[in-house]
């Protein structure tokens, strides 16, 4: 005799027995909460302190949708199915890695969850996964935080390495020149791209820290403010003048006046450091190696076909696919770290590179008939 399914509230109607294709949905689902669940308990393994609360707290939510599913299923059980590549994939990079990448991917994985569409789970159960969405985001802000000043210059320069030097190469090549002509043209871009982009980047991450730092208040100002003879409203000044609005300043300033009544001690004056700001900047040294490494990196694989002995047509098209295809996964990558859509940047970055090339490519081509 069959056996009746299980009452969940809110999950549709299961007064009917389930069809092949709701078991295997169901038992998908399970195999997904699961493998989900190892990921966030893995990316856990490899923080401390706060953000391994949250990501083992994710990892016990999980467990929640696990024992939804494993209540519909009843006797069928689990059937020993494998959660999607996906997820799997996950997990294997967590393992190894735990880094923003996998975070970025979780996000982007959290947004799309089916719970929504799907009749079978419960209305909290889709909340849950929004919710999900937003943990992840904000720790992966964190990481995005703590590294953007490096990506940016890794990002910048491995992007400006491709296209500057596709664009040169394509272009004296387009002239008519010797290979050997185009293959010192682009080793000669590649080197003084590489050293104006670590010049540029030191002076633009070193220029912005040091007007942070003019902005950054005195470490003793709190304590000589609490000597002057000044007043409330002169204090409320203060924190006007730092970014509050008038009422939240007055009422901070009554409020440091009123501590410092109770005990003369206490009470310090609190005014924003931009230390967050500094953080996600970065070293100015970190900023140009990054960007001297990565451009160089980007920009030799213009030159590679003419350093292997290519030459003509030939070069040119391998130059151009070997290109297309960096500059292909750069902008994937830029999409994934970025919640974005990875394919949509892939294109972008593919349109952008192939057109300034083509420019070039052309130019060359009207000089070398000219001088021809």
Request: charged letters at 20%; aromatic letters at 6%; a negative charge.
């Amino acid at each position: 005799m069959p056996q009746t399914p299980p009452q969940v509230p809110g999950t549709g109607d299961l007064t009917r027995e389930p069809s092949p294709a709701d078991i295997k949905r169901w038992r998908r689902y399970l195999a997904d909460e699961r493998a989900e669940g190892a990921v966030y308990r893995d990316l856990a393994a490899k923080r401390d302190g706060e953000e391994r609360e949250i990501l083992l707290g994710l990892a016990n939510a999980e467990v929640r949708h696990e024992e939804h599913w494993l209540r519909l299923l009843g006797a069928a059980g689990d059937g020993g199915v494998r959660a999607q590549l996906g997820t799997r994939l996950f997990g294997w990079f967590a393992r190894r890695f735990g880094s923003l990448f996998v975070l970025a991917l979780i996000q982007r994985a959290e947004s799309r969850s089916p719970y929504e569409r799907e009749a079978d789970a419960t209305p909290e159960m889709a909340a849950d996964e929004r919710i999900h969405e937003e943990v992840v985001r904000g720790l992966a802000m964190r990481s995005r935080s703590r590294m953007s000043g490096m990506f940016r210059a890794a990002v910048f320069g491995a992007n400006d390495g491709l296209v500057s030097n596709l664009a040169l190469v394509l272009g004296i090549g387009a002239t008519g020149a010797p290979t050997v002509i185009i293959l010192a043209t682009g080793l000669s871009g590649l080197l003084a791209g590489a050293l104006s982009m670590a010049a540029g980047e030191y002076v633009s991450v070193r220029s912005q820290r040091e007007l942070l730092q003019a902005s950054t208040p005195s470490p003793d100002t709190p304590q000589t403010i609490q000597k002057l003879d000044v007043n409330a409203n002169e204090l409320e000044l203060v924190y006007r003048a730092r970014g509050m609005d008038e009422g939240e300043a007055r009422r901070y300033a009554h409020r440091v006046f009123a501590l410092q009544g109770a005990d003369p001690e206490s009470g310090p004056i609190a005014l924003h450091s931009g230390d967050d700001e500094h953080e996600e900047l970065g070293t100015a040294w970190t900023a140009a190696l990054s960007s001297f490494c990565f451009f160089a990196g980007g920009a030799l694989l213009p030159v590679l076909p003419y350093i292997f002995g290519m030459s003509g047509l030939a070069a040119v098209v391998v130059s151009a696919v070997v290109v297309g295809i960096a500059l292909l996964t750069t902008g994937a990558i830029v999409g994934v770290l970025s919640g974005g859509p990875p394919w949509r940047r892939a294109g972008r970055q593919l349109l952008i590179g192939y057109g300034a090339a083509a420019v070039t490519y052309v130019l060359g081509l009207v000089f070398g008939v000219a001088i021809g």
